[in-house]
């Protein structure tokens, strides 16, 4: 026999396809040819393959060597294809007959030595074949764990190109994945430990609820950073679904914890104000990664000291806010990664930062608006929650930190809330309120009577508000009367919203 195949898994962003590697072996000069769209990686698998199957015991074929990667119109990336094209090698030489293999996805790299080494990418390219019906995979041990999570899947590991073959000859039995590690908690700050600043507290609670978008401003001190790197600790664990996605999303960039669990807890990014366009929301020569955006998918992006942040990265960042996801545009192809993520902004009123306030500050007020007008309009437009903390003072910083709410009280809420959101929009695939579309909430039944929206409206005639803004009013709105147990909003839930999006006191 001249010819075999082995399934495998080629990933594109975070979509996985199964791909048919192909060998043909043929009388001529000995050498190598792989097509199919190879990325660089690809093309050095030949020196790998043929260094791994010498290494292992088995006989280099010396004749022409063909490996085809089907669909051929379909990039390929990566070093996950190097033990499906080594052992599809030796079913063409003749060397192992491929009948045990029939219809299951081999994954893996190769060493010079033989061994397997973990790649990127397991888990989408185990649900992708889980989706395609297939459901025997063979994988790196060190990503045994990981693939396990995918349900409907048997997996089995292997950690060298030698263990492999015995199982294709012999049936040697494989490496069982191992058991699922107990959870260890959730640990984290808690939100007991941020004194005062109430204010600060209801627009937390109110964003996490609804899963709207956040602006905290203030001076130095005054517990935005704290406030923002609390907010996981009040946010819901994962469904599967989501649990699913995120995961995904972090074995393709390579940062799932070891263990290969899924991750539950919502992910929390909080990149350095020197973070490029590429870091925020992806990129990449060849296949672009998923960037902080879409690595807090389904969590919080937290941008502290928002106005140093360069210009075109924090603009990058309005599309993705508006539609829950990034469109990455290559020459070699278009990615595309999911960014449903919550964004919280911290700054300061001004550049010198005085802790003092306004008595001690150096700043003149042009240079304050300079200061605050680096975060465009267009930008803050998209943030539902956009509040000033004041100044904390010594009776609220020398209390007892025990007085204060804990995370697990505020999180009850938040869950409640959303389980209210949830039974409101079921079936529409809407999860919490941030994500139901402005006209939807302005038909019926869901619009909101005009008592009760009177000066909402008011202030889009007057041209103070957006029609953006009026429709980010009326969803936090609709958050607010979860939070308080209500059916729908009254004329103090939209008055609090409108407190909530422009500051304004009471």
């Given at each position: 026999m001249s010819y075999a195949k082995v399934l495998c898994v080629g990933l594109v962003g975070v979509a996985g396809h199964v791909v048919e590697v192909e060998a043909d072996l043929a009388p001529g000069l000995p050498a190598v040819v792989i097509s199919g769209l190879p990325d660089t990686a690809l093309h050095e698998a030949r020196d790998r393959v043929r260094a791994a199957v010498v290494n292992s015991g088995q006989r280099w074929p010396n004749r022409r060597i063909t490996l085809n990667l089907l669909p051929a119109t379909m990039p390929k990336f990566g070093s996950a294809f190097d033990l499906a094209i080594a052992v599809a090698l030796l079913g063409g030489s003749g060397e192992l007959p491929l009948l045990a293999l029939e219809r299951?996805?081999?994954l893996g790299e190769l060493g010079l030595d033989g061994t397997v080494?973990?790649?990127?990418?397991?888990?989408?390219?185990?649900?992708?074949?889980?989706?395609a019906g297939l459901d025997r995979v063979i994988v790196p041990a060190g990503n045994a764990a990981e693939a396990a999570v995918v349900p409907g899947v048997r997996v089995r590991a292997v950690d060298t190109l030698h263990r492999l073959v015995e199982f294709v000859r012999d049936g040697t039995p494989l490496i069982e994945p191992p058991a699922e590690a107990p959870s260890t908690g959730t640990g984290g700050p808690d939100l007991a430990e941020v004194a005062g600043q109430a204010l600060g507290r209801r627009a937390l609670e109110v964003a996490a609820a609804g899963g709207h978008h956040l602006a905290l401003f203030g001076p130095p001190g005054a517990?935005?950073?704290?406030l923002a790197e609390r907010l996981p600790s009040i946010l819901p664990e994962l469904d599967d679904d989501a649990a699913l996605e995120v995961t995904?999303?972090?074995?393709?960039?390579?940062?799932?914890?070891?263990?290969?669990?899924l991750v539950r807890r919502p992910p929390f990014q909080a990149p350095h104000h020197t973070a490029t366009v590429a870091?925020?929301?992806?990129?990449?020569?060849?296949?672009?990664?998923?960037?902080?955006v879409?690595?807090?998918h389904r969590g919080v992006l937290f941008l502290d000291e928002a106005p140093e942040f360069g210009k075109g990265s924090l603009e990058a960042l309005r599309q993705p806010l508006e539609h829950g996801r990034v469109q990455l545009a290559r020459s070699r192809g278009g990615t595309e990664y999911p960014a449903r993520t919550q964004l919280v902004l911290a700054a300061n009123p001004c550049p010198c930062a005085k802790p003092a306030g306004d008595a001690y500050c150096e700043c003149s007020p042009l240079a304050r608006r300079r200061y605050l007008g680096r975060l465009s309009g267009p930008l803050l437009d998209r943030i539902d929650v956009q509040v000033t903390l004041p100044p904390l003072r010594a009776a609220e910083l020398l209390e007892s930190t025990t007085t204060g709410e804990r995370s697990a009280a505020v999180a009850a809420r938040v869950a409640a809330a959303r389980r209210a959101a949830a039974e409101r929009w079921a079936g529409t695939g809407w999860r919490v309120n941030a994500e139901v579309p402005g006209p939807w909430l302005r038909r019926p039944p869901w619009r909101l009577p005009e008592r009760d929206t009177r000066e909402l409206r008011g202030r889009l005639d007057s041209g103070s508000l957006s029609a953006r803004g009026f429709d980010r009013?009326?969803?936090m709105a609709w958050t607010v009367a979860d939070l308080d147990g209500r059916d729908r909003p009254d004329s103090d839930d939209v008055r609090e919203a409108i407190q909530l999006r422009t500051g304004d006191a009471a």
């Open positions: 299951v996805v081999v080494r973990p790649v990127r990418g397991v888990l989408p390219m185990v649900a992708a074949a889980a989706r517990g935005k950073t704290m995904a999303l972090h074995s393709i960039a390579g940062l799932l914890p070891a263990g290969g669990r870091s925020l929301v992806g990129g990449g020569s060849g296949l672009a990664r998923p960037g902080a879409s690595l807090a009013i009326t969803r």
